[in-house]
Every structure is written in structure tokens, then in C-alpha cells.
């Protein structure tokens, strides 16, 4: 890593350590060499993040939304840049350490929502908190709270694969929102719910960051979904611009 390089890290580190702005990153870029030719995915991207702000990434298919999540949430590794979370910066950590980061501090809601198939709606929602170390009956009250506000409680015994896909959407956010993270990634999270759960899920996502300063990102097709975030983000070109 060069001077400038070092000093734009620990610049990010410290913002993101004031508990004001929750996620920074600068300069991300992301190239696929898998194919014939290199696919430049993102390419000099930067956004930051409040606590408590909800920001919508919109952009047309194969624009990156889904590649910047994965960046964001330590799940890739970009080619080039930074991406800093709660005064921690991802590239910094080894896999072990950046498990447990993401554990104690980000909830993920995937487009499909890796359930599994073998627990009960209520282990699958409590399961984050048994791999942080809590006891199952603790674990397993305080998921029941998150069904409860996702309307999805009276499944808490189903499993995956006798619910439909938009109960299986709100086990997966009970999930993701279990262990009271500092930001939620989520992509497509409204897309199989009616219109009246998708609703009541803008409700709790409204709630949790006014009470908890949570922050979320949320990659959408939905505009109606886009539309009630703080900001709306579009993807292009491998760059985020703002859209008003
Ligand atoms: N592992 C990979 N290897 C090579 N190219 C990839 C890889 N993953 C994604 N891509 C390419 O990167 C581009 C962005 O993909 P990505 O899934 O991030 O887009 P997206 O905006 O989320 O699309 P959608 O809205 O359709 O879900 C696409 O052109 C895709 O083909």
C-alpha cells in the first residue's frame, strides 16, 4: 500500500469510529477475470453512510448493485479500495475475524434467503445469536420478538420448505435483524411480499433506524421501496451518483 493510500485508510477508520457515519468506502473498484475479457464491475466508488440513514442503490440489471453489497458486507474482496465499517476496515481482517465482524455487526438479507432447510423458521431467525454464543432459549425469545414484528410468528415451527416464498423473505429479515446490527445490506428485500407485508416491513425498518440508529442499504427494483429511503443511489457505470 502506498503513503496516500495508508492515510485515505486511516482517514475512513476514523470516521466511521465517530458512531456518526457507519459505513465509508472510497475508490472501489471490482474487476471479474474470470471470462475471455476482464469485466470492470465498479470502478472508483465511494459512499458513506450515516448511522440511522436508509440509502436505496438502484440501477439496471448487471450494473453491480449485487457485486457492491458483497464488497460491502466483506463477502469479496475488491480489486482496489476501501471499505471501513464501525472504525474497521474489512480488508484488514482475516476470515475468522471478519466472520465474527459481520456476525456482531452486519445483518444480511439476500434475494434468496439461504434458510436452512433442515431448522424451524424460529432456529433459522435465532441462529446468529447461537453462533455469537448465546444460550438457545435466550436466542430463541429474542427471535421470537423479530417474528412477531415481521408477522410471520404463527410459522415459527414450519420449516423452510413449507413456507411460501414471502414468509421465507421475512424469516430471512427476522434473521438478519436479530442481533440488533449497526447495518443492514439488503437486497431485493420486498420483492415476494404483498403489498401490505411489504409495507409493515418498511414500518419496522423505519422504527429500527429512528430507535437503534441502524443504517441500511438496500439494492431494489422497486421504486416504491427506493422512493421512501433517505437517498436514492444510482449505479452506473461502476459509479454511484445521486439521484434527486
Ligand atoms: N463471478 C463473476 N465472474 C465474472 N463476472 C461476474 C461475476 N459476478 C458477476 N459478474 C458480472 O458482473 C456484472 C454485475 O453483476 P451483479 O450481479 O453485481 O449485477 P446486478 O446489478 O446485481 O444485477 P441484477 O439486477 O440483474 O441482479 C454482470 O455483468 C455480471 O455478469
Do not use: W
Request: hydrophobic share 40%; net charge negative; with cysteine.
Amino acid at each position: 500500500m502506498n503513503d496516500s493510500a495508508a492515510v485515505n485508510k486511516e482517514k475512513l477508520m476514523e470516521r466511521t469510529a465517530s458512531g456518526k457515519v457507519m459505513l465509508a468506502c472510497r475508490d472501489l473498484t471490482r474487476i471479474y477475470h474470470e471470462g475471455p475479457q476482464d469485466v470492470v464491475v465498479l470502478d472508483g466508488l465511494s459512499l458513506e453512510v450515516r448511522a440511522g440513514e436508509r440509502v436505496a442503490v438502484v440501477g439496471s440489471s448487471g450494473s453491480g448493485k449485487t457485486t457492491l453489497l458483497n464488497l460491502l458486507g466483506g463477502l469479496d474482496r475488491p480489486t482496489r479500495g476501501e471499505v471501513c465499517i464501525s472504525g474497521e476496515s474489512l480488508l484488514d481482517l482475516g476470515e475468522a475475524a471478519l466472520g465474527k465482524f459481520r456476525n456482531r455487526h452486519i445483518g444480511f438479507v439476500y434475494q434468496f434467503h439461504h434458510l436452512l432447510a433442515e431448522f424451524t423458521a424460529l432456529e433459522n431467525a435465532a441462529l446468529p445469536l447461537i453462533v455469537r454464543g448465546l444460550r438457545k432459549k435466550a436466542a430463541e425469545a429474542r427471535a421470537r420478538e423479530l417474528l412477531v414484528k415481521v408477522g410471520i410468528e404463527h410459522r415459527a415451527d414450519h420449516k423452510p420448505g413449507e413456507l411460501s416464498g414471502g414468509e421465507r423473505q421475512r424469516v430471512a429479515i427476522a434473521r438478519a435483524l436479530v442481533t440488533d446490527p449497526s447495518l443492514v445490506l439488503m437486497d431485493e428485500p420486498t420483492g415476494n411480499l404483498d403489498q401490505s407485508t411489504a409495507a409493515s416491513i418498511l414500518a419496522l425498518m423505519d422504527e429500527l433506524a429512528r430507535t437503534t440508529e441502524c443504517a441500511f442499504v438496500v439494492v431494489t427494483h422497486d421504486t416504491s421501496l427506493a422512493a421512501h429511503q433517505d437517498r436514492v443511489m444510482k449505479l452506473d457505470g461502476g459509479r454511484l451518483t445521486e439521484q434527486l
